[in-house]
């Protein structure tokens, strides 16, 4: 088969193991880089290859719009067109759609949606979805799912829960038609994620777990509706919850979740997989992680400075360039200074994660963690911006 995973190594609920694909093998715990559109934003394929990304996810939502998806698969699909030659998730869109407030219609058969990009109608469906991604050939895609906000009361909860579930069932049955109909797509053999929903509520919660894991043997299992403005604690009691629920052979997914406090957070709660758009959205406006905390490149106070963002970096903003540098790039509005902070971001969180696989290992997990965490979380993070030349 081509996918598979191995459980390696446990350290109490913190778990490393090894994640098949067909285009390759992902160690977890891992963080994967967000490539939208196809490109994770000032990056290219070799940049992510240097600093060790090994998975990356891209979003079906956005590629539908532009430039298509039929389009891109005439151009091989996603793999070919991008250049990537490692391991592809693509996301649904559902958050995209469901974020879409007074620009969409739903119903039981899917959602009614105008673009954002030029108002044109579109629609959703569990079977155009499947088929949206089938057409992109990413190697693990995701279902189609309703997604509420994080401070959902109950009712809400359960609605977009028990519609997820419904839902689901008509993504695996035109998956399963797709893999049987359609052999000539540009990655004939994917696997389908059903994603956990219920919001902060933890019953909702084990339902959909057990709804999920009764339906159909899967490969893996997305979390979703978390980090959706909810708060924190509320985050990581459903990490508990749905950790206790799950199967333990499968890989689990955190959406869109990629702090490095919760990334940390949520491998001592059992998860593999991360993604987010925090680090490279953040070094475009200046913002990048340290070993001591959050900081922000336009502060006046690195204007002399000649240390690395982070000493303990081996990223190759940090063994070239200058604090001092890198704020000049940012207050002359140089593009070089958004690509570099971007790459040092996307390098930091996937470092950590191989540092969390290295201690999980060595059964060492958790002081690592709580030590890590105390240094980071208890310097003042500092997101003012100072642009005084």
């Not at 709660?269 to 990048?288: I, N, Q, S």
């Not at 336009?298 to 400075?305: G, I, Y």
């Not at 040092?344 to 965490?373: E, K, P, T």
Request: hydrophobic fraction near 40%; aromatic fraction near 8%.
């Amino acid at each position: 088969m081509s996918f598979g995973f191995t459980l390696e190594y446990q350290d109490g609920r913190a778990r490393a193991g090894r994640f098949r694909t067909p285009h390759g093998e992902i160690d977890t715990p891992q963080f994967m880089p967000v490539g939208t559109l196809a490109s994770v934003k000032a990056l290219d394929p070799d940049d992510l290859t240097t600093l060790g990304a090994t998975m990356i996810l891209a979003n079906a939502y956005h590629l539908e719009l532009r430039p298509g998806s039929e389009n891109v698969r005439a151009m091989g699909g996603l793999h070919t067109f991008m250049h990537w030659s490692g391991p592809i998730l693509t996301d649904s869109g559902g958050f995209q759609v469901f974020s879409l407030e007074g620009l969409r219609t739903l119903n039981e058969d899917g959602v009614e949606f105008r673009s954002h990009f030029d108002g044109a109608l579109h629609q959703f469906t569990p079977e155009s979805v499947m088929r949206i991604e089938r057409n992109l050939g990413a190697d693990v895609i995701m279902q189609f799912d309703h997604v509420v906000p994080g401070q959902s009361d109950e009712a809400k909860a359960r609605e977009a829960m028990e519609r997820s579930v419904r839902w689901l069932e008509r993504c695996q049955t035109e998956f399963v038609r797709l893999l049987r109909d359609d052999p000539s797509a540009p990655t004939p053999d994917q696997a389908l994620f059903p994603i956990v929903q219920g919001g902060i509520h933890a019953g909702l919660r084990r339902e959909s777990v057990r709804a999920i894991q009764d339906m159909a043997d899967w490969v893996g299992i997305g979390i979703g509706g978390l980090s959706v403005g909810e708060a924190k604690p509320d985050m990581y009691e459903m990490m508990e919850v749905v950790d206790a629920a799950l199967t333990t052979d499968r890989p689990r997914y955190l959406m869109g979740v990629g702090f490095p406090e919760d990334l940390l957070e949520g491998v001592a709660r059992g998860v593999d997989l991360f993604d987010c758009v925090a680090p490279t959205r953040m070094g475009r406006t200046g913002a990048f992680f340290t070993h001591d905390g959050r900081r922000n490149i336009k502060n006046a106070v690195f204007r002399l400075d000649t240390g690395p963002l982070d000493g303990e970096c081996g990223c190759v903003a940090c063994q070239r360039f200058s604090r001092g540098y890198l704020r000049h790039l940012f207050v002359t509005e140089e593009i070089l200074g958004l690509r570099l902070l971007s790459l040092h971001n996307v390098h930091f969180l996937c470092n950590l994660m191989r540092q969390a696989r290295v201690m999980i290992a060595a059964g060492a997990f958790d002081g690592w963690s709580r030590a890590w965490l105390a240094r980071y979380l208890a310097r003042t993070t500092d997101t003012s911006v100072h642009t005084t030349p």
